[in-house]
């Protein structure tokens, strides 16, 4: 009995390891790739072995050479511009913000009208359409039950732009969590971005804000990057939000 108890949980360790199997050689499409969170995704892919597509307006201000990079221009406001760039890729990373002109309605800002045309295009895929991985905003994050981050900010001290940027984050993810068709992830930094090194070491949570030791909540851009490609390999994620702090 012992011998065949001890086979069971061998196998469902096999089992597990192997659901937990890193996806390799992807063909990612990246939006934002040239922002400061963007560019260091890129780099994170092209390091593991991963093809990728770097999407701007203006393709020529990527300037990094690699033999698994291709730089491309493209529109999130144009939804056969996405449909073109879709096709064949097994994974989608929006890495975008801003608000479109001086309108002041945040479902007007760039993330959520790109969200709702990616996730337009990718139904008429169907079962060929790649898996949606959305960089969101640390204000949707909840600080206590109920009250987000975004709750908390003094709006006095808040430029009404970056104001509209985090309330479209936040339609984002409302959004996002009634789709059931389309495969999706929305990944979550800290409160702070910083510069630091690349160092592997971080926290993976959930809707909560995180916070270290002395309070901080924290995260560099290449650490995020290696966390939001562990996710793209591991899709531990998958239909949910995730969050990264130190």
């Not at 060929?128 to 975004?150: I, K, T, Y």
């Amino acid at each position: 009995m012992k011998l065949l108890w001890f086979a069971a949980v061998m196998m469902l360790a096999v089992e597990a390891s192997a659901d937990e199997a890193a996806r390799e050689g992807l063909d990612i499409l990246v939006y934002g790739a040239t922002g400061k969170v963007g560019a260091h995704v890129v780099d994170e892919a092209l390091a593991r072995g991963h093809k990728v597509t770097a999407v701007s307006r203006d393709p020529t201000s990527i300037d990094k050479r690699h033999d698994n990079l291709v730089a491309v221009a493209g529109d999130l406001l144009q939804p056969d511009s996405v449909a073109a760039l879709l096709a064949g890729k097994n994974v989608v990373i929006t890495s975008v913000r801003g608000v479109i002109g001086n309108d002041k309605d945040p479902k007007k800002s760039l993330q959520y009208i790109a969200v709702i045309n990616i996730i337009e295009q990718l139904r008429q895929l169907g079962g060929d359409a790649p898996r949606l991985v959305h960089v969101g905003g640390s204000g949707s994050l909840e600080v206590e039950p109920g009250v987000m981050w975004a709750d908390k900010i003094p709006k006095m001290f808040l430029p009404r732009s970056i104001e509209l940027e985090i309330e479209g984050q936040i339609l984002v993810l409302e959004y996002l969590r009634q789709i059931d068709d389309v495969e999706w992830t929305y990944a979550t930094p800290a409160k702070n971005f910083t510069n630091g090194e690349r160092t592997g070491d971080f926290r993976i949570g959930g809707d909560r804000l995180m916070e270290d030791k002395r309070g901080k909540s924290r995260i560099s851009r290449a650490d995020f990057a290696v966390a939001l490609l562990d996710e793209v390999e591991l899709e531990r994620h998958t239909g949910k939000r995730f969050s990264v702090a130190y």
